[in-house]
């Protein structure tokens, strides 16, 4: 059985995000373990003694073990509302840095994929930009979705997916794929054009041979503003996700750049599955 991480902090944007967890697992016929981190205090008074100090660490871990029991009983309630209760959790509820964690939880709990809420423009532009924020997209070795707040739940009947028609796409592609198949969705992928970067029609015949027959359509589109020629592509083909790879971090920086915010706040309410190259 696969499984799904949902690491949490119990807000509006996470308990959003939870919800594609459920529905995902649903789907993918997945369990989905549910992290919490919190952060113990730092004591800088030297004048504590240590039986005061391990007081002060104990009180903060019983009180958030019985908040993460509390809260806990709140996700149980939305699985039962959406009619998903016999969706598996586990839990795991650790101290220190989220994302750090969130690392170590993939490994030791063999995790396929990762879902996660994040709050708006400001929220993404810390996931894609934040030192240990761009450390999970880039080093975690499995496909991290990230759901703004702004998205509402519908299904996933298209994914988009942008390429470069370049050999480490054709992997990503066939992971796309994989999931779309469980979701029963179809993929649309886009290649945009620039006059400083261009595909020979030799290399994009090579690619899209690989991937005859499957429920994949490709399109080309030229455009110098690739952030507004991916937005009008997500409008225009109705995309419901969309999956980039990892390597595309200069690509990232440039989306999320703080004066593009209000421009792009139409992407902000799509979820966007990073994928690890």
Not at 22 to 28: G, I, R, Y
Not at 84 to 98: N, R, Y
Not at 152 to 175: H, M, P, R, S
Request: contains cysteine; proline residues 3%.
């Amino acid at each position: 059985m696969k499984k799904i991480l949902f690491p949490t902090d119990f807000s509006t944007s996470s308990e959003n995000a939870f919800i594609y967890a459920l529905e995902f697992a649903a789907k993918l016929k997945a369990e989905i373990v549910v992290l919490h981190t919190y952060e113990v205090p730092i004591v800088v008074d030297n004048q504590l003694f240590p039986e005061m100090i391990m007081e002060l660490y104990n009180s903060t871990e019983l009180g958030e073990f019985d908040y993460f029991k509390d809260k806990i009983a709140t996700l149980r309630s939305i699985a039962a509302h959406r009619k998903l209760e016999k969706i598996a959790l586990s839990h795991l509820l650790l101290d220190g840095d989220l994302l750090l964690n969130i690392k170590k939880a993939v490994k030791k709990e063999a995790i396929d994929f990762v879902i996660m809420g994040t709050n708006g423009a400001s929220g993404w532009q810390e996931f894609f930009l934040g030192s240990n924020a761009g450390a999970v997209i880039t080093d975690c070795e499995v496909p991290v979705l990230s759901i703004p707040v702004e998205s509402k739940y519908e299904k996933i009947e298209t994914i988009g997916f942008t390429t470069c028609y370049n050999d480490k796409d054709v992997v990503a592609l066939q992971k796309v794929l994989q999931v779309a198949k469980k979701m029963g969705a179809t993929v649309k992928c886009l290649h945009v054009t620039t006059k400083d970067a261009t595909v020979s029609n030799e290399t994009i015949s090579k690619f899209e041979t690989n991937f005859k027959g499957a429920p994949v359509r490709f399109t080309i589109l030229s455009g110098e503003d690739i952030k507004q020629t991916i937005k009008d592509f997500i409008i225009g083909e109705g995309i419901d996700m969309l999956a980039m790879l990892t390597y595309k971090r200069n690509f990232f920086q440039e989306l999320f750049d703080h004066s593009m915010t209000q421009k792009l706040a139409y992407h902000l309410k799509t979820p966007l599955l990073a994928l690890h190259e």
